[in-house]
C-alpha cells in the first residue's frame, strides 16, 4: 500500500513564526502536491512538484515555499505565518499513470496560527 | 479554465437507501476526467471512482456508480445501499494536468 505521511496531525504555532510542514511517501512516486482545505472552498492547490528540485507554484502560492531535495519528500514552508494561514495541509503523491493520476494523500495537518 | 461546483453542503440519507450527489463541471477541453474522493471525519482523502470523458459507458465501483452526462456537464455520484460508514465529506474534481476539486458535499446516513 501506497503510504503518505505528514509530520504533524496538529500543530499551533504563533505569528511571524517560520514553520515547515514536511511530508514523506514510501512509494517512489515523482509527483507531490501541496494543498490547503478550508471549508466551502475544498482543496486547492499551494504548490507541486514533478521531480526532485523542481517545483511549481499552483493556484495559491502566495506566503508560501517549498522544498524537494529528495524523490521521496517534499516540504512546505510558511515563511512568516499569519492568521490567514489557519487551514487543514493536505500532501499527496502520485504516479504517471493512464487514464488517470490517482493522487494519495496523507492524513493532513492542522495548523493553528494565533 | 476548469470549474467545479458542488451545490449541496449537506445531505441527509436513511441507512440502505441509495442516494446523488451533485456535481457539474465546465471545461473546454476536449479530453478530459472526472473524479471523486471521500474524506471520513479522520481526514484522509479515499480515491472512489474515475469517468473519462471519452468513456461511453458510466464507470461503476462497487456501490459507487459516477453518473457521466456530457451534454449537462454533470457528473453526479450515485451511492447504493448507504452504510453508516459512508458518512463523510465527498468531493467531486476534474483533470486538467492537475486537479481541481469542488466544495464537497457533507453525507450524513441515519441508522
Known amino acids: 500500500d501506497v503510504k503518505v505521511t505528514q509530520s504533524s496531525r496538529y500543530l499551533v504555532k504563533r505569528t511571524g513564526e517560520k514553520v515547515f510542514l514536511e511530508c514523506v511517501q514510501d512509494?517512489?512516486?515523482?509527483?507531490m502536491f501541496w494543498y490547503r482545505q478550508d471549508p466551502g472552498l475544498g482543496l486547492r492547490l499551494i504548490y507541486f512538484?514533478?521531480?526532485?528540485?523542481?517545483?511549481e507554484k499552483g493556484d495559491i502560492p502566495e506566503g508560501y515555499s517549498v522544498s524537494r531535495e529528495k524523490k521521496e519528500r517534499f516540504s512546505l514552508i510558511l515563511e512568516s505565518a499569519s492568521t490567514n494561514q489557519t487551514s487543514m495541509y493536505l500532501c499527496?503523491?502520485?504516479?504517471?499513470?493512464?487514464?488517470?493520476?490517482?493522487?494519495?494523500f496523507g492524513p493532513g495537518t492542522r495548523l493553528t496560527v494565533l | 479554465a476548469q470549474k467545479i461546483t458542488q451545490t449541496q453542503p449537506g445531505m441527509f440519507v436513511q441507512e440502505k437507501e441509495a442516494v446523488t450527489l451533485d456535481c457539474t463541471y465546465d471545461?473546454?477541453?476536449?479530453?478530459?476526467?472526472l473524479f471523486w474522493y471521500k474524506q471520513p471525519s479522520s481526514g484522509e482523502m479515499i480515491f472512489l471512482i474515475y469517468?473519462?470523458?471519452?468513456?461511453?459507458q458510466n464507470a461503476t465501483e462497487g456501490r459507487y456508480s459516477l453518473n457521466f452526462q456530457k451534454a449537462r456537464k454533470s457528473a453526479n455520484l450515485v451511492i447504493s445501499a448507504s452504510q453508516l460508514g459512508d458518512s463523510a465529506m465527498y468531493f467531486c474534481?476534474?483533470?486538467?494536468?492537475?486537479?481541481?476539486f469542488g466544495q464537497g458535499t457533507e453525507l450524513s446516513v441515519k441508522p
Open positions: 499527496a503523491s502520485s504516479e504517471q499513470g493512464l487514464p488517470f493520476d490517482e493522487q494519495f
Open positions: 512509494m517512489d512516486h515523482e509527483n
Open positions: 512538484s514533478y521531480d526532485v528540485k523542481m517545483k
Open positions: 471545461t473546454s477541453d476536449q479530453s478530459y476526467g
Open positions: 469517468q473519462g470523458s471519452y468513456d461511453e
Open positions: 474534481g476534474i483533470t486538467g494536468g492537475k486537479l481541481i
